[in-house]
C-alpha cells in the first residue's frame, strides 16, 4: 500500500508538476494525512539538473516556494476550520469527544502564550505537523502570529527536504527510507497515547457532564 501510495505522489507530480507539489502540500496541511517527505523529496529530484546548472523542468526555488505556499494555504483552511466549528462543536458534543468545556480556555491560554514555539516545532515534525492547524484554530491563536510561524517552520522543512532531493536526485528514495520509521514511530506513540488518554478519560469525563446535566435540571 505504501509503494501504491508513494507511485500515485510520484507521477502526479511527474505528470503536473509545480501544482501537483502545491495541491499535495495544501492537503497535506489541511490534515489529510499526506507525505510531505515524499512529495518534497521527489519534486527536489526533478530539479536535480537545473541544481547542477543544467536546465530542468522544475526550478529549485519555485518547488521551495510552491510548496511552502500549499502548507500555508493548507494551514489556513485546517485553523478556520477549528476557529469556526471547532468550540461550537466541543460545546454540543465534548462529552463524546471527552473533552471538558474549560479545557478549551486551558487550549487557549497555552496557544496565547505558547503557541509560536509549538507551531514552529510541530512544523518540523512528521505527522505532528499535518495536524497543529486545526486545534491552533479551535484555541483561536491570533491569526497572524500563527501565520508567521507556520511559514517559519514550513520554509526550512521544504528547503531541506528539496535539497536533499535535489543533491541525491535518482536516490532521493534513500532519504524518504529514513524518516518513514520516524514518522511511523510519531504514529504509533500518538496512537499509544491517545488509547491511553481516553481510557483514563472515559469514566471521568462522562461522569462530569452528567453532574453538569444534573444540576441544570435541578
Same mark, same amino acid.
Given at each position: 500500500?505504501? !509503494? %501504491?501510495?508513494?507511485?500515485?505522489?510520484?507521477?502526479?507530480?511527474?505528470?503536473?508538476?509545480?501544482?501537483? %507539489?502545491?495541491?499535495?502540500?495544501?492537503?497535506?496541511?489541511?490534515?489529510?494525512? &499526506?507525505?510531505?517527505?515524499?512529495?518534497?523529496?521527489?519534486?527536489?529530484?526533478?530539479?536535480?539538473? !537545473?541544481?547542477?546548472?543544467?536546465?530542468?523542468?522544475?526550478?529549485?526555488? #519555485?518547488? $521551495?516556494?510552491?510548496?511552502?505556499?500549499?502548507?500555508? &494555504?493548507?494551514?489556513?483552511?485546517?485553523?478556520?476550520?477549528?476557529?469556526?466549528?471547532? =468550540?461550537?462543536? &466541543?460545546?454540543?458534543?465534548?462529552?463524546?469527544?471527552?473533552?471538558?468545556?474549560?479545557?478549551?480556555?486551558?487550549?487557549?491560554?497555552?496557544?496565547?502564550?505558547?503557541?509560536?514555539?509549538?507551531?514552529?516545532?510541530?512544523?518540523?515534525?512528521?505527522?505532528?505537523?499535518?495536524?497543529?492547524?486545526?486545534?491552533?484554530?479551535? !484555541?483561536?491563536?491570533? +491569526? $497572524?502570529?500563527?501565520? +508567521?510561524?507556520?511559514?517559519?517552520?514550513?520554509?526550512?522543512?521544504?528547503?531541506?527536504?528539496?535539497?536533499?532531493?535535489?543533491?541525491?536526485?535518482?536516490?532521493?528514495?534513500?532519504?524518504?527510507?529514513?524518516? =518513514?520509521? &520516524?514518522?511511523?514511530? %510519531?504514529?504509533?506513540?500518538?496512537? %499509544?497515547?491517545?488509547?491511553?488518554?481516553?481510557?483514563?478519560?472515559?469514566?471521568?469525563?462522562?461522569?462530569?457532564? !452528567?453532574?453538569?446535566?444534573? #444540576?441544570?435540571? #435541578?
Amino acid at each position: 500500500m505504501l !509503494a %501504491i501510495f508513494q507511485e500515485f505522489v510520484t507521477t502526479t507530480i511527474g505528470d503536473y508538476g509545480l501544482l501537483a %507539489i502545491f495541491v499535495l502540500m495544501l492537503l497535506e496541511s489541511a490534515c489529510v494525512p &499526506i507525505p510531505s517527505e515524499v512529495t518534497m523529496l521527489f519534486g527536489g529530484a526533478l530539479t536535480a539538473t !537545473a541544481f547542477a546548472g543544467e536546465g530542468s523542468e522544475l526550478g529549485f526555488w #519555485a518547488v $521551495v516556494i510552491v510548496g511552502t505556499a500549499g502548507n500555508l &494555504i493548507g494551514s489556513w483552511l485546517a485553523y478556520w476550520a477549528g476557529d469556526y466549528g471547532g =468550540r461550537p462543536l &466541543i460545546d454540543r458534543f465534548g462529552r463524546y469527544l471527552l473533552i471538558r468545556p474549560h479545557e478549551v480556555d486551558k487550549a487557549h491560554a497555552w496557544f496565547e502564550h505558547r503557541g509560536e514555539v509549538t507551531v514552529f516545532v510541530s512544523r518540523l515534525l512528521p505527522v505532528v505537523r499535518t495536524f497543529i492547524s486545526l486545534p491552533a484554530g479551535v !484555541a483561536e491563536m491570533p +491569526f $497572524v502570529r500563527f501565520t +508567521f510561524y507556520t511559514v517559519l517552520g514550513c520554509l526550512p522543512w521544504c528547503l531541506a527536504l528539496t535539497w536533499l532531493g535535489a543533491t541525491l536526485g535518482d536516490n532521493w528514495t534513500a532519504v524518504e527510507e529514513i524518516l =518513514r520509521p &520516524i514518522a511511523w514511530l %510519531i504514529a504509533i506513540v500518538l496512537v %499509544i497515547a491517545a488509547i491511553v488518554v481516553i481510557k483514563h478519560r472515559w469514566t471521568t469525563v462522562r461522569a462530569e457532564y !452528567a453532574a453538569l446535566d444534573a #444540576a441544570k435540571k #435541578a
